[in-house]
């Protein structure tokens, strides 16, 4: 059979296709998003420049923060960013994970469903409510039940020395339950994209529910459960209040981790509001800015992991 | 055979282990609420809380209706500004999802969303405060927009995304334009799902403080003005829990659990328009 083969339509018969004004238009609205980041580093570069030139790198290792004598450093606040939010991922990350292997698994779904809601729900309590909670009730019991005690008991280790009500362990405590959603949520996604052949093998060979979900599952969703840390500490890094009204503000390196110490975001929300001094101000933008670069790097880094993971699941299954 | 019974009994024995870290993770959660409650309600038991506005310490009859009218106004504002932007963002990534471009946005928004809100704070300060020299609601409410955009962005994409090709196809092979086939064909069947992302980025910027400590400020009277400090009630928590007195405290409790009523109550109705969204795009 002969193969007709038509001639390829000219331009000037072709109907032309208009341009796509919609797509235009909307392409300049989705922009904003990027646009906005890059406002908010760059303006908080350029206010930042009295500090950043000021100070030079000597700013980020050092530990004095004096307004009146206009010697400011960001170390210990950086510290106590970084020490909070791993103590609270340490707590956080055994019982999100747990959470996300109850929430992943098949069956009683009436059960699954409430202790969802209820992670849920968790992720929507403001903030500030968390705050006063840690502040009232929280930081006390935890002063009395488990920083006493442990002081008590263990005398001669240095770094559970001096318990006090307002400290750098009772705002990893409530750091710690601010991150378990984020946690949880994004394991479960990722435990339930691992392919369900991998775990029906297992099963097939004789593995039970434990040996499955400890050696198959877990080992195969490992990435993504590290993405979901990632991104995790990225929240912890940068929450300000719950953390302002219980971490005590002292600008110093804690000896012991319940001793008061401060965070980057911390020192800004009670300071900024009072600096009137130019330097000051600059500073504590500066702090911003120490902050949202470090949050950027590690929420890319995550979301990268985390994508990556449901990708390739996506291609297995 | 012993072998076999050991590890049924060690799996048992894990899966026992992973319920209790379960509850465990829940007990703060019932913790919060409760001690909200508890602590809230005595004040906020009271028709003059909510009708009169902050009064000093020691003069009874002290209430929140500023914070609350605070609330309200620099929400909807921001919601004006968030909502539309965020929508019109959220179609282009699930229209046009698939040019690079679209990639980089995508980025920005899920970046934007795990951004510390404290530093969202200091920029708007840079830009809507510092220059007028004074703090004003409309600062308050830019802030908090830039915290919804991305929240309404990803939503809408994900329930455009929902809407199966064949809508499209049938609304373009019809000869309708792209622009009406997007906003007047496939947005109205992903309403539901939408109007989820929306409500949910309100719930969101209700329970913000950090952006406004520096934005909106705070006040202690009745006002109507976006151009002038505005209380707002999370402020309210915020400096009250941190008073020496009593009776400030206890308002503070009262209005964390206003705030804990209206946020929850928000992400319960759209948990439930999101149930009809799934619904709806079943039937399509």
Do not use: C
């Amino acid at each position: 059979m002969a193969v007709r083969v038509e001639a390829r339509p000219s331009a000037a018969v072709a109907p032309r296709r208009p341009p796509d004004r919609f797509r235009t238009f909307t392409t300049v609205v989705g922009s904003a998003a990027p646009a906005i980041l890059v406002l908010i580093v760059l303006i908080l570069l350029q206010q930042a420049m009295p500090a950043i030139q000021q100070f030079g790198f000597g700013f980020l290792t050092s530990t004095t923060w004096n307004p009146v004598a206009q010697d400011f450093g960001a170390f210990p606040a950086i510290f106590g960013t970084v020490a909070t939010s791993l103590l609270a991922l340490a707590i956080a990350l055994p019982v999100g994970v747990a959470v996300a292997v109850v929430l992943a698994e098949p069956g009683h779904r009436t059960i699954r469903g409430v202790i969802g809601i209820g992670i849920e729900l968790l992720a929507a309590i403001p903030s500030v409510v968390y705050g006063i909670w840690a502040l009232y009730v929280l930081a006390p019991w935890s002063y009395a039940h488990i920083e006493v005690p442990v002081s008590d008991r263990l005398p001669f280790v240095g770094w559970l020395s001096g318990p006090s009500v307002r400290s750098l362990f009772a705002a990893s405590l409530i750091l710690a339950v601010m991150i378990l959603p984020t946690l949880s949520a994004i394991s479960r996604d990722v435990i339930k994209a691992v392919p369900r052949g991998m775990k029906e093998n297992a099963v097939a060979l004789g593995a039970t529910w434990w040996e499955t979900t400890w050696r198959v599952i877990l080992p195969s969703a490992r990435a993504g459960i590290f993405g979901a840390t990632i991104l995790a500490l990225g929240r912890a890094l940068g929450e300000t209040i719950a953390v302002t009204m219980v971490i005590g503000n002292s600008y110093a390196i804690p000896r012991s981790i319940f001793n008061p110490a401060y965070t980057l975001a911390s020192v800004i929300a009670n300071e900024f509001g009072e600096a009137t001094d130019r330097l000051h101000a600059a500073s504590l933008v500066e702090l911003g800015l120490v902050l949202i670069v470090v949050t950027l790097v590690v929420n890319i880094v995550a979301l990268l992991l985390v994508h990556s993971v449901s990708r390739e699941a996506r291609l297995v299954a | 055979m012993n072998r076999n019974r050991r590890r049924n009994f060690i799996s048992r024995g894990w899966l026992l282990v992973m319920y209790a870290l379960t509850v465990l993770a829940l007990i703060p959660l019932g913790l919060v609420l409760w001690f909200t409650a508890a602590r809230g309600l005595p004040p906020a038991l009271n028709v003059d809380f909510f009708t009169n506005v902050a009064r000093p310490v020691g003069v009874p009859g002290a209430g929140v209706e500023h914070a609350i009218v605070g609330t309200l106004m620099m929400v909807g504002i921001a919601s004006l500004m968030a909502i539309p932007l965020g929508v019109l963002g959220g179609v282009y990534l699930a229209e046009y999802g698939i040019a690079r471009w679209a990639g980089w946005v995508r980025l920005a928004s899920d970046v934007l969303v795990g951004t510390p809100s404290i530093a969202i704070g200091l920029f708007v300060y840079a830009f809507a405060v510092a220059p007028l020299h004074h703090y004003s609601g409309f600062a308050g409410s830019i802030a908090l927009a830039i915290l919804m955009l991305p929240i309404v962005i990803r939503t809408t994409e994900g329930a455009v995304g929902l809407i199966p090709n064949g809508l499209r196809e049938s609304g373009l092979a019809l000869g309708l334009s792209r622009w009406r086939v997007s906003l007047q064909l496939v947005l109205p069947a992903a309403a539901p799902g939408v109007i989820t992302g929306a409500l949910l980025s309100v719930a969101r910027a209700s329970g913000e403080t950090a952006p406004l400590l520096f934005t909106s400020l705070g006040n202690t009277f009745f006002s109507l003005d976006p151009t002038h400090p505005v209380q707002a009630l999370p402020l309210t928590v915020y400096q009250y829990a941190l008073t020496p007195y009593k009776s400030l405290q206890n308002q503070g409790w009262g209005a964390a659990l206003v705030l804990v009523v209206i946020v929850l109550g928000i992400n319960l109705i759209s948990r439930w328009v999101l149930r009809r969204q799934i619904a709806l795009a079943g039937q399509l």
